[in-house]
């Protein structure tokens, strides 16, 4: 079965850098772009970008540009998001997702807690 | 501000039907049939219940129904069930950089 397994919550304080993996298993990772998607406390969901697990492409949200970065490891069928130059409105629970650009997002990670404090 | 437009919450009965709207542009739900519907109950992951449109994946029970006229989408759930209450996104195709827009979701509450 397909499966999005990401890892646990973090603590940064502001100015700081996070990078979020999701372990992937039971599908083709490179036939399958992947999706990141966040949530603030109490808020709706956010499309944060995509990235391609066959070539590397990625497509980002105009308001993360230069500060988000979306990579994959194919060897290990993992995804990762980095975001850097942390603040306290990065403060939510990020999902990544499978699927991209018209490719719905049928399967979910469990999500992971950033909190960011000082 | 999201980009598609949402009523913040319905409400409705055990055993009556309920529809929650999207709208959009002719860029984005007008445009293309990539049209999704998202279910999210507190503390957990969003849930994909319709893709373009009005398909339905497996396992989604046939109570769910979707459906798009002009630049508004809408998801139909018939027979509520206490618990169908959750939170509902839904999300489209947009010819605009991003590609994906998200609703700013609706909260359904089964009386």
């Known amino acids: 079965q397909v499966q999005l397994v990401q890892s646990g919550a973090e603590v940064k304080k502001p100015g700081a850098s996070v990078k979020v993996s999701c372990k992937a298993s039971?599908?083709?990772?490179?036939?399958?772009?992947i999706s990141w998607v966040r949530q603030a406390p109490g808020q709706g969901l956010e499309w944060m970008g995509w990235i391609s697990a066959y070539n590397g492409n990625t497509n980002y949200a105009q308001k993360l540009q230069g500060r988000v970065t979306m990579t994959t490891d194919t060897s290990t069928s993992t995804a990762y998001m980095e975001l850097r130059s942390l603040r306290s409105d990065d403060t939510a629970v990020y999902y990544c997702a499978r699927g991209w650009l018209q490719i719905p997002l049928d399967y979910w990670g469990q999500g992971t807690l950033v909190t960011v404090s000082s | 501000q999201s980009a598609l437009t949402q009523p913040a919450s319905v409400s409705g009965s055990p055993g009556q039907s309920i529809t929650i709207s999207c709208t959009g542009t002719?860029?984005?739900?007008?445009?293309?049939?990539?049209v999704s519907w998202y279910q999210q109950h507190p503390g957990k992951a969003p849930k994909l219940m319709i893709y373009?449109?009005?398909n339905r994946p497996s396992g989604v029970p046939d109570r769910f129904s979707g459906s798009k006229s002009g630049n508004t989408a809408s998801l139909t759930i018939s027979g509520l069930q206490a618990e169908d209450e959750a939170d509902y996104y839904c999300s489209s195709y947009t010819s605009s950089s991003t590609h994906v827009v998200f609703g700013g979701g609706t909260k359904l509450t089964v009386l």
């Open positions: 002719s860029s984005d739900v007008g445009g293309y049939n990539y």
């Open positions: 373009e449109v009005s």
């Open positions: 039971g599908y083709t990772f490179t036939s399958y772009g």
